[in-house]
C-alpha cells in the first residue's frame, strides 16, 4: 500500500506563493494517478488538481493558470504550486492517490493548512 505524507502548508498574504509537497511510500507509485483536493471549514472536499503518471493534469477552474500540479516519480513525490494565493483558497489541502482519473481518492495522506490573510 502506498502511504502519503503532506509538507509545506502554512499562513501566507494574498498575492503570495506556497509550495506543498506530498511524500509517497510503498510499491508501484509510478502507475497512480495523483491528486491535491482541498477542504475548507464547512465546505465539502474538492479536488484542486491531479495528474497522470505521464504528467496529464486536471483543474478546477478556480486555480488555473495560479496552481501548478507536478511529480517527480523517481523521488516519489508530488507537489502543488500555488501563486497568487487568495483568502478563499483557505483550506486543509490533502494528498490522494489512486486509480481513478481525474479524482484519485483510494489513500490520503493526513493534510497540512494552508491560510491566506487578507
Known amino acids: 500500500q502506498v502511504q502519503l505524507v503532506e509538507s509545506g502548508g502554512g499562513l501566507v498574504q494574498a498575492g503570495g506563493s506556497l509550495r506543498l509537497s506530498c511524500a509517497a511510500s510503498?510499491?508501484?507509485?509510478?502507475?497512480?494517478?495523483m491528486g491535491w483536493y482541498r477542504q475548507a471549514p464547512g465546505k465539502q472536499r474538492e479536488l484542486v488538481a491531479s495528474?497522470?503518471?505521464?504528467?496529464?493534469?486536471n483543474y478546477v477552474d478556480s486555480v488555473k493558470g495560479r496552481f501548478t500540479i507536478s511529480r517527480d516519480n523517481a523521488k516519489n513525490m508530488v507537489y502543488l504550486q500555488m501563486n497568487s494565493l487568495k483568502p478563499e483558497d483557505t483550506a486543509v489541502y490533502y494528498c490522494?492517490?489512486?486509480?481513478?482519473?481525474?479524482?484519485?481518492?483510494?489513500?490520503w495522506g493526513q493534510g497540512t493548512q494552508v491560510t491566506v490573510s487578507s
Open positions: 510503498g510499491r508501484a507509485f509510478t502507475i497512480y494517478v
Open positions: 495528474i497522470t503518471s505521464g504528467g496529464n493534469t
Open positions: 490522494a492517490v489512486g486509480s481513478n482519473w481525474p479524482r484519485p481518492s483510494d489513500r
